[in-house]
């Protein structure tokens, strides 16, 4: 898989073609995710490392061996996380751990919570979870940081209590300038326009669309109007219903933001089937393969996003550092991803990956996951 250039960054990039060989067993993960535990050694059933940690960070020590490394997706089967996933099974793999996927088939508020006990009774040594609810798994998540396992989250976090570290794939303020400029460029700086979210409760979906409403609030989009946020719950077929609801409801629409993969992969499905192709804007987070036909029949003009790859594999080596004591989620730790080089823990533990990246029909080619 081609990956997302970047720009210069402590560590230098990852230009190996390591992700894109090991998505040809994707499959077959997937369907053996949800058949086998990998557990912790008898030897730590004495670590009790949850929320009350005061263990003291030790840069050079080396990253453990044969750590589990649980991957909680929102929702398994969705695309965005199937790759986001397998970056962190090469991640678990270049430091010599033991790499599981597991996870609900639909992404409701508290879907996760089973698979997160289970992975404490497991005792798992690092769960990298995308929560659906900021709050409907801290109770299992402190659950798990009490039994020992180190708890990170990625792409859409928690409560900053219920994690040791929070990968964000970009900041929120970012993702939402970003996208609140692409619509504005395709509809002309006027018009009314609708978001199509993910479920009404996802953290980042929501930390996104409050900032984009501060964006659309500044004078250089006083023209722009946002009536309305629909919700497609992340799945394929209501997003698309959604997308028709939102144009009946609103036929004066110019444009709609969808910040979430399949949400944005749907609705350019029935733009472009319909007699709104091409004359209702859309744009918003999706992957080039996902967007590829719609950016080449004229449907979608722009639209951005991470590496999804990246953004598992740093979440892997961030809960190695973790587990081995490299780091304990306190802001200025340092630590490093693997070819992704070196990153710095900033306030409330997070880690930033990067800046989100804009494709067009001039540079989509340039890409495949």
């Known amino acids: 898989m081609n990956l997302i250039p970047r720009g210069p960054r402590t560590g230098g990039p990852r ?22 535990g990998t557990t912790r050694g008898d030897d730590d059933e004495d670590t009790d490392d949850g929320a009350e940690s005061t263990a003291q ?9 044969d750590l589990a490394v649980a991957f909680l997706p929102k929702q398994v089967n969705n695309p965005y996380f199937t790759v986001a996933d397998e ?14 996927e597991t996870g609900p088939s639909e992404a409701s508020a508290s879907s996760q919570v089973s698979y997160i006990n289970t992975l404490s009774q497991q005792q798992t040594d690092v769960i990298a979870i995308a929560a659906n609810d900021p709050g409907a798994v801290c109770g299992a998540l402190d659950g798990a940081r009490s039994a020992g396992a180190r708890v990170v989250t990625f792409d859409s976090d928690t409560g900053p209590e219920c994690r040791d570290l929070f990968v964000n794939q970009a900041t929120a303020e970012g993702i939402a300038q970003t996208q609140v400029e692409l619509i504005a460029e395709q509809i002309g700086g006027e018009g009314q326009i609708a978001i199509l979210s993910a479920t009404p409760n996802a953290t980042n979906q929501n930390a996104w669309i409050a900032l984009m409403e501060e964006e659309l609030a500044k004078p250089e989009y006083a ?3 946002l009536v309305t946020v629909a919700y497609g719950n992340d799945e394929d077929e209501k997003s698309f219903q959604e997308t028709q609801g939102l144009l009946r409801s609103y036929p004066d629409l110019a444009g709609i933001v969808s910040p979430t993969t399949v949400g944005l992969a749907a609705a350019a499905r029935y733009l472009s089937g319909s007699e709104y192709g091409g004359e209702v804007a859309l744009t918003g987070l999706g992957t080039p393969n996902q967007m590829r036909e719609f950016v080449a029949d004229g449907t979608v003009e722009s639209f951005a996003l ?30 490093t991803a693997g070819e992704l080089g070196e990153y710095t823990i900033a306030e409330e533990s997070t880690v930033v990956l990067g800046p989100p990246t804009v494709f067009t029909e001039e540079n989509i080619d340039d890409y495949s996951f």
């Open 306 to 335: 991470w590496n999804p790859a990246d953004l598992g594999y740093l979440a892997a080596y961030a809960g190695a550092a973790l587990a081995s004591g490299q780091i304990t989620g306190a802001e200025g730790e340092t630590f």
């Open 223 to 225: 023209g722009i109007e």
């Open 57 to 65: 960070a030790d840069p050079s020590a080396p990253l453990a061996e």
């Open 15 to 36: 230009t190996g073609p390591r992700i894109g060989i090991a998505l040809a067993a994707c499959a077959a993960l997937l369907a053996s995710a949800a058949c086998s």
């Open 87 to 100: 970056g962190g099974r090469v991640a678990v793999e270049e430091f010599g751990g033991e790499y599981k």
